[in-house]
């Protein structure tokens, strides 16, 4: 698990900001191959999903249970992340 993992986790958009402007790895995933995006579609937090995307973040990758971020949110009921993703 990643500072940015924690980051998105927990909802802290200035550190996700902090950490991706200093290099930070948006694709990087914990060992259930979950990214970051995967885990703000997950909680809901749109803030930091939408700013992941705009940095490049793949929407399409999938966890080792195949899962994207689309269908986690859809799952999580945040339909606000649904309808950027």
């Known amino acids: 698990t990643t500072p940015l993992y924690i980051a998105t986790f927990k909802g802290h958009i200035n550190i996700v900001k902090y950490l991706i402007e200093h290099g930070a790895d948006i694709e990087k995933p914990d060992n259930e191959k979950r990214t970051p995006l995967y885990v703000a579609a997950q909680k809901g937090h749109l803030d930091i999903a939408k700013f992941l995307v705009e940095c490049g973040a793949d929407i399409s990758k999938t966890t080792k249970f195949e899962y994207d ?15 950027l993703l």
Do not use: I, K, Q, T
């Open 69 to 83: 971020p689309l269908y986690r949110a859809v799952l999580s009921g945040h339909l606000d992340v649904v309808e």
